[in-house]
């Protein structure tokens, strides 16, 4: 029950190296992420006027291949509970025309209320079954 | 022998939650790696002209705290040898108002000419000494 | 004939007034634009790496509302001759759940070549009819 | 009594031209303006929080030239008032090593309470004495 997300890449993404910049990849994964989330009934905009921030705490990311300009690709997000109160998104980007990983990545999060106290919110909670 | 660089949060860096982003401590920390090879006389920009390209393969990162819009701060940029062809860059970004760790991240990356072969110019070849 | 592309707000591109970054619709204009040239046999990145780069020489962006977090839009890009050398795109966004304008713009370009000689490839040329 | 703000390209900025992207001159000039308000003791993010939001109505923005990876620049900010509730921007980025010309920009901007009506804080007012 993997969420994929299809994309493609925007001119203005690419650095001088003619290819999408590292850091764009993040972006690609947190869009990816939230929009996951949204589909479950979970809006982090809406927590985050709330107070509740859903924040990540430990990134990585395992670069295999570069996007290009014009690319198609696709970002798959696969929730996986890690403790009571670590989440992790295993998240690959794919490109379309031939299904290449791109890239491999294990974002961790967690859940902290206005006091920055954890705080997992129940809709939340309920994604990340061990 | 760390390199310091010293930076301060823009207000279009912050997110909807009212903290810098995380994809873009992607960016502060490939602004200070650029900083530190330019210092020791190797140019990322001049080299992706020549068509030999310094990638990132890996990256791990390790968010303790965030950033708020009026902080300053700096990025350390640390150079470590991983093996003949993989260099490392222990790097963190730390609050300079109290010395706190914002960011404790490794990123690994190698180095391509342009037939995407492994080729490590010279002069980055002696930053990374075992 | 005008052309038109459908996009959806990424939480990331807003900023800490919770909507979007005015910077990042220049962003959205950018990336309507190649994909109309892209439509019509131009290919931007293709040009710049045959060292033909379009350029932009002025921008005249009257915001009017802002797009916030979930939101839905479109670009619409509309081609307009101004000179010899200088071609114009009419541009507007669009939000879709009520057709309200919220950027209204005119973007103004030329091409140069490998000298920063003006230049304009025939495929552009015939785009931009009086 | 122009304000003045000291910058150097980061090589992420730069897209697949080889040049600063259009888009983050955009940025570039946001930053410079919330210095020139922060040293004049108008916090925007503060605001923000306290659901009065500075907001940019119109931008004019001439490109003269290019930026590059390594250049260093300063951006200009001059305010001047418009009307009772407009209050303007003249910025201008300068390339450091020669003083040359940039971007040359005219940047609009008016002030909305919670409600989304007009309303200017004092001490904004007072910066833009006509």
Redesign the interface.
């Known amino acids: 029950m993997t969420f994929k997300l299809a994309l493609k890449v925007?001119?203005?993404e690419?650095?001088?190296?003619?290819i999408v910049?590292?850091?764009?990849y993040?972006?690609y994964l947190?869009?990816a992420r939230?929009e996951f989330l949204?589909e479950n009934g979970v809006?982090?905009?809406k927590l985050?006027?709330d107070r509740i921030?859903l924040?990540?705490?430990?990134?990585?990311?395992?670069?295999k291949d570069?996007l290009?300009?014009?690319d198609a690709f696709y970002v798959e997000v696969e929730p996986t509970r890690l403790s009571k109160l670590k989440f992790g998104f295993k998240q690959r980007v794919i490109r379309t025309q031939d299904n290449k990983l791109m890239l491999d990545a294990l974002i961790i999060g967690t859940s902290v209320n206005e006091k920055g106290r954890p705080f997992l919110p129940i809709e939340v909670d309920k994604l990340f079954i061990a």
């Open positions: 925007r001119d203005y690419c650095d001088l190296q003619g910049n590292n850091g764009v993040f972006n947190e869009h939230h949204l809006d982090f905009a985050a006027e921030n924040v990540v705490i430990r990134a990585e990311m395992d670069f570069s290009k300009p014009g």
